[in-house]
């Protein structure tokens, strides 16, 4: 276990240059047990952008409870950066949780039943308009 220190709030970049940071530091015993980051999809051609995303990084406190430390960022000005954490359990890791990829990254992912892939393919929606031919 190592100290752990996280800060949660929010900053804002102002146009003014100036950052209006409300944060605090939060400190604990912990290990880092998985790291997620899923880039917003929002440019011209609909392809990620790395302006604006989320990170996620999942914890094991000192205690055993499993702490994930979000980061809802942007690097637009005047769009705020939102850090906190959350406790959650198995369940949020696992298939369909809150939390699946950290899950999976961490060890407590499994293989998806059949009917689990057949329920959400996940895939493009040409690919799926496709296959329901």
């Known amino acids: 276990m190592?100290?752990?220190v996280l800060r949660i709030g929010t900053i804002v970049g102002m146009s003014s240059g100036h950052t209006q940071d409300t944060t605090r530091e939060v400190e604990f015993m912990g290990e880092v047990l998985s790291h997620y980051t899923?880039?917003?999809d929002s440019n011209?051609?609909?392809g990620p952008t790395d302006t604006r995303g989320v990170s996620q990084t999942l914890y094991r406190a000192e205690d055993g409870r499993l702490i994930v430390y979000v980061e809802d960022w942007s690097h637009w000005q005047g769009e705020p950066s939102h850090y906190y954490l959350l406790a959650v359990d198995k369940d949020d890791l696992g298939v369909n949780g809150?939390?699946?990829?950290?899950?999976?990254?961490?060890?407590?992912?499994?293989?998806?039943?059949?009917d689990e892939?057949?329920?959400?393919?996940?895939?493009?929606?040409?690919v799926e308009a496709?296959?329901?031919i």
């Open 2 to 4: 190592e100290k752990i």
């Open 38 to 40: 899923a880039y917003d």
């Open 44 to 46: 011209r051609s609909g």
């Open 98 to 114: 809150r939390f699946e990829e950290l899950g999976r990254g961490a060890g407590f992912g499994r293989a998806l039943t059949l």
């Open 117 to 126: 892939a057949l329920a959400d393919l996940g895939l493009p929606v040409e």
């Open 130 to 132: 496709y296959a329901r």
